[in-house]
């Protein structure tokens, strides 16, 4: 079964104070549907990708919100894996439209956060951790604080190596006007920056953000609004995977289990090696955890990506290019979001209209969506033909 | 593609002050994959339906939380949508099977509400209505209430017609020994109860209740439990559909727009008519939801089916024998079980297991899992053979 993307957009990311969740989606929707070509009628069913409605605005039936919202008389559901609850959303829909039950699928993801006190939106992403966690008091910069330093003793990776994770995405972030944080920085400024978690600091930390993300999908047959002789771009990997929540129940904290085992079985699926990536967006939720998936995902061999990031293999120009959105870093993190933009990313850059931070001839691209520290993976992979 | 029901199981439902959701959810899957004799490893994926446990829980990772709680480490997904979460799991269930990406699912349904105040959960069920109907303060009860009060007037529907669903589902409950309550109770009873919202009554309404489920689904291929000959139960229809959140933006109260639109789906794909329904398992969280969806359903004319369950029709012995667990009124309604503890309970009487509530000869099977006021349905179809 082919699964094509037929159209993606993504909204700013930011502190978006003066729209609703709803007008967000809104605004996603109806822009994607316009580059669809597409009637609204076309859609069979609609997945919600979010986290944190229920546990911070009390609306637990997004699903038939969205719908009604949008116009759309259709099945409906919200699907929730944490920070990945957009990733797992688009994976629902895989699932839909490969099953022969649905043939177009709209995928929202979705989240706002700034409305509330960051305490608050602190405490609540931690019911993605381990009970044990959250009891102990940990936060996610602690609990990625514990990867960076397992890292940093088994590889000698440095705090230069992870700040250089920052310095790219901001960069990359500079040619994204839908970006959270356009302005350039410095390793310097990257390592003066406050502590957090020692060894993470400031702007290691990916922002708390609203936004709003929307992809139609559709089985080949039904992909009418593709021009007779543009093969599309499309799914062709969809895996998901999964680990221990906490990570006092893991081997090894230099590695995310979940990934390598997603990632195996989607370059498998898909028939390539992970050489053949030209773009991947990827989950830097932390700057230690792009450096870590550039090893998970086979990019770089263990314990080197650090020094090829500082080097620049990732930036624009350089290859795989590793997330020109400015990732979650400087682009920003709705969390519900966050999968489903990956997959717009992606899309725009293989269809060629990424504009300044446009990868030359990128043919196949890849996304990495993570819950929690690494107890969900979800990769997708697509193909341009 | 055949989704054969390998297994299922409920947890008693009522007030579990004494397990945690973890070892509530332990004790049905580990009963229902010895039921299946199947191996864990046989599973390749998981879906959770849950409600609240983000909201009054904190938790927000369910799929990879029980995946390494059953020691699964296999893609795991949560699905919400109010009330009927755990119906949406099911769906969820079927496309991944029917979609050939997946041949087993385990499918959990669960919901942990009564360590939590009636207050607080009457306040955080109100996330699967409108905003409007939360912003003017509005319950349950309340928009049950006007629904009723709307077919009393159009039909002429009588209080005590009501209480007698409350009737025969207690008296179904006396017979299942995981009921919530197993006392049989009258209409003078019913009658006598406390007003809640005026007509309903608390006895008109479903209680607060926590309680787990389990099901393993399979493709036809996979069905190693099977005996040779046994051609098991199949689900032959999962069907959604979606309506306004909010009573008011509906054009007549006295019917479920999305249980007519879901069930008559249902019906054409399972190639049979509400008369060949032998048994079913319906969403009576009030009296008078079961009253209506006795119609919506297409079981009785519209108007007629409170003198039909008044007069037994429904009740063990009559035809079609409606909610032998109990329902939600007298087994309990864990939101995010219910729906699947209703497919437990139908595979159970096609599999002629339901022992003192056994349907004689039953061969088709319905549920109907019903999310907020009716902004989301859910039916299945299940046939023995």
Redesign the interface.
């Known amino acids: ?1 082919q699964i094509t993307v037929l159209a993606g957009l993504n909204s700013k990311f930011g502190e978006l104070w003066d729209i609703s969740p709803r007008d967000l989606v809104k605004e996603v929707f109806h822009g994607t549907l316009k580059n669809s070509n597409m009637n609204k009628n076309d859609i069979d ?1 609609v997945f919600v990708g979010n ?2 409605a ?2 911070l605005g ?8 969205f ?2 919202e949008l116009g ?11 920070c990945c609850s957009g990733g ?1 959303a688009v ?2 829909a ?9 043939q177009t699928a709209l995928v929202i993801g979705v989240e706002k956060m700034t409305d509330h006190k960051p305490e608050k939106v602190a ?2 992403l ?4 381990s009970d044990l966690e ?1 009891d102990a008091g940990a936060s996610f910069p602690a609990l990625y604080a514990l990867i960076a330093r397992a890292h940093m003793e088994k590889y000698g990776t440095s705090e230069e190596e992870m700040a250089a994770v920052a310095v790219k995405n901001h960069y990359h972030a500079s040619l994204n006007s839908h970006a959270q944080f356009r302005n350039p920085i410095s390793i310097e400024k990257v390592l003066k920056s406050p502590m957090i978690a020692s060894p993470l600091k400031l702007l290691d930390c990916s922002p708390i953000s609203d936004g709003a993300s929307a992809l139609i999908l559709s089985s080949k047959s039904k992909a009418l609004s593709l021009k007779k002789d543009d093969p599309g771009v499309n799914i062709v990997s ?8 906490g990570l006092s ?1 893991r081997k090894d904290l230099t590695t995310l289990n979940a990934v390598v ?1 997603a990632s195996c079985k989607a370059y498998k699926m898909a028939n390539i090696d992970p050489g053949d990536i030209d773009v991947a967006e990827v989950h830097d939720c932390f700057t230690i955890a792009e450096i870590i998936a550039m090893e998970d995902l086979g990019f770089f061999p263990r314990g080197q990506a650090g020094k090829a990031i500082l080097e620049g293999k990732t930036r624009l120009g350089g290859r795989p290019v590793v997330n020109t959105s400015g990732g979650l870093k400087a682009a920003g993190h709705p969390v519900g979001a966050t999968g489903v933009k990956q997959i717009v990313e992606i899309y725009q850059q293989l269809m060629g209209v990424s504009g300044k931070k446009q990868v030359k001839n990128a043919k196949i691209g890849l996304t990495h969506n993570v ?2 520290s690494g ?2 993976a979800v990769i997708h992979i697509l193909k341009r033909g």
Chains 1, 2 share one sequence.
């Open positions: 079964m069913v986290m944190l229920g546990t009390g609306q637990n039936h997004l699903g038939a919100f719908a009604e759309l008389e259709r099945p409906a559901i919200r699907v929730e894996g944490a797992l994976h629902s895989v699932l839909g439209i490969s099953s022969g039950i649905y405490e609540a931690m019911g993605a951790g959250r969809s895996v998901v995977a999964t680990d221990t929540l129940e085992t819950g929690g107890a969900t």
